[in-house]
């Protein structure tokens, strides 16, 4: 009786070995779509802290200002843009040039402006606000964000989450995604460093995960059967 179950023991981790190694291999990855922004650029020169922050009513008073300079264009690719060479002398297309996605119809001249320049305490900051609108949905979910400046996500037009104020690179995690229409608004100012990195790609469990926890507990049953069995 040992002999039989002993077998019947090693026969079924095998079985589990080789239905878990399989599992692993159809885990899906971080980072693994890529997606389409439509964007809207607007740069603006001589702006304070109060009129840099990441809401709607400074983005849509850019548009207002006698300095703005905006565009329209589409970006395909992940949110990972970060530029830091001390300089301030980044341009809005070095900027997103950082991201590693494809830039489609965005005017030269908008590209050479200067994404953003001190002094947001005396009222003399070049401001750059982003407003990505992501063409479908992704994946329900946290957004984990790591920036440098404000931002703010939308989800059907409602505030999501974000942090409006300028600040140094931080990590933020914006909870409840339920996957609807997403949008991100950005505002690069105060000089380098300028930093967006948007995680759209949750981890999903892995599939192996549940397989392996169903046949651990078949096997810790029959593992007691063979200690009652002797």
Sequence with gaps: MRTVMGNLGLKMIKSIATAVAAALMI???AHAAVFTFDVTVV????????????EMADYNAAFLDASAQSDTFVYQGE???RTSDGTDATTIGDWLA???GTVTGLDGTVADLQLSKPNINN???TTTFFFFELQGTA???DVAVTHDDGFAIFEDDAF????LGPVSETFTLVQNYNGGEFDLLYVATNGDPSILEVDLSPVPVPAALPLFVGGMSLFGIASRRRRKAA
């Excluded at 020169?45 to 009129?51: A, V």
């Excluded at 999501?160 to 942090?163: A, F, K, N």
């Design 160 to 163: 999501l989450g974000g942090v």
């Design 139 to 141: 994946a329900a979910g």
């Design 43 to 54: 740069n603006v020169t001589n702006l304070s802290s109060s009129e840099s922050q990441a």
């Design 27 to 29: 885990t899906v990855p």
């Design 98 to 100: 950082t991201g590693g």
């Design 79 to 81: 949110l990972d843009f």
């Design 123 to 125: 009222g003399t900051a």
